[in-house]
């Protein structure tokens, strides 16, 4: 049904849910990282945000062998395609037929070209040639009405570089044939009459990609170093780039002359290119043959075990596409750490066209930073592109080996199936804006697992005409589609924004800590308040604090699966009392600390009660509470009474009581006449009661005669004793034996 929408607010941004988590809240994707985690089918999706209609692609044939490196047309939209795995030449028809008319003995063929009249020009590797394949003369049909005879080929060798590889070859406007070879990053020229010379000599081991630009220079990308050569039709050549990457993959030049390089993988000294090929040749043979299977190329894919020898095989870092104007000046217009580019073309309207690999996708680039994701092939790697009939464009594909038609003209539908969203709780779904123009339309369906293919709803359409209400069973996941359909104007759909309300969970306290003897310290972020992207986990560190004997910490954990603000009160309660007392409220901090003599020495238990108020409408808000465990308060030390100390003989003989209101005493010292603190045990030795008895002897120090003239010395003896608590509470006391 057609659509006219102006008011598609189609913009899905994911807010980490709101900051404070109140009430309403929206789900938005209008990003391309976001529209870039659905399912598109024939939609492209831009970088600036939105999605159109893709251009029309269908898969025209799937050859035989696994991998396609190069392909090119002839005037009658037949196409011709290198490829390996096994190595052959094929033609396909435009309506899809494939025949193989050149089968070499070498393991790839790796470029091709086909000239004015229609003889095609391979080049093979490893140790390879350049073949002439021509169509031989078809007899004449015996009957008028007779379908025209299937042509037969002939392939001779027309160049041999003894090089050990051939990489690319290319036509200049005069039929002479450029070979770009390896081992040695030579370039030879063989002109129309067959006749070669050495053409240019690079200090690059491999010369990978080669053009002709409108003046008639050769553009060549090189692989060691990523440079940019411009060879004069004298040989004279001039490095026109440097580029941040190590290997050109491919090179295109426009009418206007700049020209376009993809590079790949990351410079390092001492690389000089893929000194594996043998090894991967070799594997390719055994592919052939029948040995093993054919390899997946793919990240995973260590260089020197995939059979895939093309431009930018075993990089690694990704890719970028550059653009050199006439007059020199380079500019980086696009990258990517997940594509590397394999192929550059040009559409009917002039755009670059990127094929890339290891994801299959095709990729417009308007401009700088602003590209358009186009399709998504089922080969892994997007090889080659070559001109059809109308404007379109024919794409070849390696893993599997394919040939499709791009283009020229949009399809007539596309869908596109947003990433399932998780409200994390139980929802009600609301209305929809979509900011949209053209012929648009959207679907919504809900459930309660996370897979749409397990029972959701079904599709719903969303009236966008008449309120955009989403009619979808409340439940925790959601999922939209749009369809777009060709039409004047072209449809596109720029974001989407759907409404909800969670349903209201109660907070969760998870855990109550008491710290007894340490003081919290203030943090500068409040981590009640703060906002959590949802479905991660909260990492909630404990709060600074110093030890503090005179004070008592509570700190605890909580959550709220709704992200709402938190806010906390603490109680109280003593051993044998029922009811809960307030200690404080309206606490924001996950943490509380208190003066440990503002409670009489006893067993507590504290209780903290979470409330998600700040978040809700009153009467609306829920709380729940949890109980720590029971902990002791005694701040009051012990009293010492009865000390007495007497002298029999040589000693002393010591004798007090300790006795504490609340816990057992834990330990006495003494110390006599200042000297340094010694351990007592209690009469029975065993400290375990809150009244302790204490009977000991001290022997007395040596007399000292005073000298001649001094004061003399006293014999008077101070007994110092301390005791202390289970909680390190400390009492002293001390007693004064006269001397005779």
Do not use: C
Not at 718 to 729: A, E, K, S
């Amino acid at each position: 049904m057609a659509r006219k929408t102006t008011a598609l607010i189609f913009a899905l941004t994911l807010f980490p849910t709101f900051a404070l988590a109140e009430g309403t809240r929206v789900w938005e994707q209008s990003k391309f990282d976001e529209f870039v985690k659905g399912t598109p089918k024939g939609v492209a999706l831009r970088s600036t945000g939105g999605l159109e209609l893709a251009p029309a692609f269908k898969a025209l044939a799937t050859l035989p062998s696994t991998y396609i490196w190069s392909i090119a047309s002839d005037a009658a939209g037949n196409i011709y395609a290198a490829a390996g795995s096994p190595a052959r030449v094929y033609r396909i028809t435009p309506d899809g037929q494939s025949t193989a008319i050149f089968e070499p003995q070498e393991l790839q063929v790796q470029s091709l070209l086909v000239d004015k009249s229609g003889v095609i020009y391979a080049a093979t590797a490893p140790d390879g040639k350049v073949y002439r394949i021509a169509a031989k003369a078809p007899a004449a049909p015996g009957k008028t009405d007779a379908k025209p005879p299937t042509p037969s080929w002939s392939a001779t060798p027309y160049f041999d570089p003894g090089t050990k590889y051939i990489w690319d070859i290319v036509f200049d406007n005069a039929g002479n044939l450029y070979v770009a070879t390896g081992d040695r990053g030579e370039i030879y020229r063989v002109t129309p009459s067959g006749q070669h010379s050495l053409f240019f000599k690079s200090d690059e081991v491999h010369i990978r990609a080669l053009a002709v630009d409108p003046k008639g220079n050769v553009i060549a990308g090189s692989d060691g170093s990523g440079l940019v050569y411009r060879i004069a039709p004298n040989g004279e050549a001039f490095v026109l780039y440097s580029a941040p990457k190590k290997e050109i993959t491919s090179l295109a030049i426009d009418s206007a002359g700049n020209i376009y390089a993809a590079g790949a993988g990351e410079k390092r000294p001492g690389t000089t290119g893929p000194s594996t090929m043998g090894t991967i040749m070799a594997n390719a043979a055994a592919t052939q043959s029948g040995s093993g299977a054919p390899a997946t190329i793919g990240p995973a894919t260590a260089p020197g075990t995939s059979p895939f020898p093309a431009p930018g095989m075993g990089a690694s870092g990704g890719s970028e596409i550059y653009r050199i104007a006439p007059d020199g000046s380079p500019t980086r217009l696009w990258g990517s750490r997940e594509d590397m580019v394999y192929s550059l073309s040009f559409d009917q309207r002039g755009r670059l066209i990127a094929g890339t690999g290891n994801r299959g996708h095709i990729f417009a680039i308007n401009g700088v930073d602003d590209f358009t994701d186009l399709v998504k092939a089922s080969g892994t790697q997007i090889t080659a592109f070559a001109n059809a009939p109308g404007g379109a464009l024919y794409a070849s594909s390696s893993n599997l080996g394919k040939i499709f038609l791009l283009g020229p003209g949009p399809e007539t539908e596309g869908t596109y199936e947003s990433d399932v969203w998780d409200a994390r709780v139980f929802s009600r779904w609301g209305r929809v804006n979509v900011r949209s123009s053209g012929n648009a339309e959207l679907f919504a369906r809900s459930g309660n697992v996370d897979n749409p293919d397990r029972n959701w709803s079904s599709w719903t359409p969303v009236d966008l005409a008449n309120g955009a209400e989403l009619k979808v069973p409340p439940a925790r996941f959601v999922q939209w589609k749009a369809v777009l359909h060709a039409g004047n104007p072209a449809p596109r759909v720029d974001s989407v924004m759907l409404y909800y309300l969670p349903k209201n969970i109660a907070p969760q306290v998870d855990e109550i800590v008491v710290q007894l003897g340490y003081h919290y310290q203030a943090i500068a972020h409040v981590t009640g308040t703060e906002p959590q992207t949802p479905g991660q986990p909260r990492f909630e560190p404990p709060p600074p604090s110093v030890h503090d004997r005179d004070s008592i910490g509570i700190r605890w954990s909580a959550h709220d699966d709704n992200e709402d603000q938190l806010v906390y009160s603490l109680y109280y309660r003593g051993d044998g009392e029922s009811r809960w007392l307030l200690l404080k409220s309206n606490i924001g901090d996950r943490y509380y600390s208190f003066d440990a003599s503002l409670l009489p020495d006893g067993g507590y238990t504290a209780m903290v009660e979470a409330s998600d108020a700040p978040s809700h409408s009153p009467g609306e808000a829920l709380s729940a509470q949890r109980e720590s465990s029971r902990f002791e308060v005694d701040s009051t030390p012990p009293i010492i009474s009865g000390l007495s100390a007497a002298a029999e003989g040589n000693q002393l003989r010591v004798h007090f009581r300790a006795a504490d209101s609340f816990s057992p005493i834990k330990r006495a010292e003494y110390s006599l006449d200042a000297g340094d603190w010694q351990f007592v045990e209690p009469v029975g030795q065993l400290s375990d009661s809150k009244t302790e008895d204490y009977d000991f002897r001290v022997p007395l120090p040596t007399a000292v005669a005073a000298l001649p003239g001094a004061m003399p010395v006293s014999s008077d003896h101070v007994v110092v004793v301390r005791t202390y608590d289970r909680f390190d509470n400390l009492a002293t006391a001390k007693v004064v034996v006269r001397g005779k």
